[in-house]
């Protein structure tokens, strides 16, 4: 079966830092990109950070450059978010989303999502 799980989130006081992981199986993890997405109450979902099938290229939202950081392990089947300097803004539910192009369109997995909390 195939699963995307982040973990990882939490309450942490402005300032704070976090890691979030999503962890892949089921699938051949190192063939996909990698993005992380967060949706805050009321609010669109919106594109966070990604990272390329072999992690050579990586992109950022203009709102978390220099804060966040977006890493993988094919190795270990797991992207990660590393968030620090963390503002209340930053709350939202952070979703990963695993997506790779195949002969027959494209492949789009998503996780359950993991709740991040920024608040003094």
């Known amino acids: 079966q195939v699963h995307v799980v982040e973990s990882g989130g939490g309450l942490v006081q402005p300032g704070g830092s976090l890691r979030l992981s999503c962890a892949a199986s089921g699938f051949t993890f190192s063939r996909y990109a990698v993005r992380w997405y967060r949706q805050a109450p009321g609010k669109e979902r919106e594109l966070v950070a990604g990272i390329s099938s072999a992690g050579g290229v990586t992109n950022y939202a203009d709102s978390v450059k220099g804060r966040f950081t977006i890493s993988r392990d094919n190795a270990k089947n797991t992207a990660y978010l590393q968030m620090n300097s963390l503002r209340p803004e930053d709350t939202a539910v952070y979703y990963c989303?695993?997506?790779?192009?195949?002969?027959?369109?494209?492949?789009?997995?998503w996780g359950q999502g993991t709740q991040v909390t920024v608040s003094s």
């Open positions: 989303n695993a997506v790779t192009s195949a002969t027959t369109g494209v492949v789009d997995l």
